[in-house]
């Protein structure tokens, strides 16, 4: 089992930067990958970032390609997005998720564990 915590989440003017952090704990030694979705009411949960848990590749979506950053920071087995130049369509609910396996895409169905989420809400 793996337990994720999200935190980070806020209201950002359009422009700004926030960056979000997730906690891992338990069995995180046979992880994949992390990674970051987001979702808005109504829609599909969809991809932002994933970081190579033991090689260190990281992965992008096209929209948020050069304004995000993923990275860990090994001693705490935390992962955390930066996210600069926000845009109003950056609003979403922000997911952190564990994959344990092998992924070749980027569905959510791929992952085993999720966080409870974290709001991210930028105006214009």
């Known amino acids: 089992q793996v337990q994720l915590v999200e935190s980070g989440g806020g209201l950002v003017q359009a422009g700004g930067s926030l960056r979000l952090s997730c906690a891992a704990s338990?069995?995180?030694?046979?992880?994949?990958?992390m990674s970051w979705f987001r979702q808005t009411p109504g829609k599909e949960r969809n991809f932002v970032a994933a970081?190579?848990?033991?090689?260190?590749?990281?992965y992008y979506a096209d929209s948020v390609k050069g304004r995000f950053t993923i990275s860990r920071d090994n001693a705490k087995d935390m992962v955390y997005l930066q996210m600069n130049n926000l845009k109003p369509e950056d609003t979403a609910v922000y997911y952190c998720a564990c994959a344990q396996t092998y992924v070749t895409g980027n569905s959510p169905n791929d992952y085993d564990y999720w966080g409870q989420g974290t709001q991210v809400t930028v105006s214009s």
């Open positions: 338990g069995r995180t030694s046979y992880t994949y990958y």
């Open positions: 970081l190579a848990w033991r090689g260190g590749s990281t």
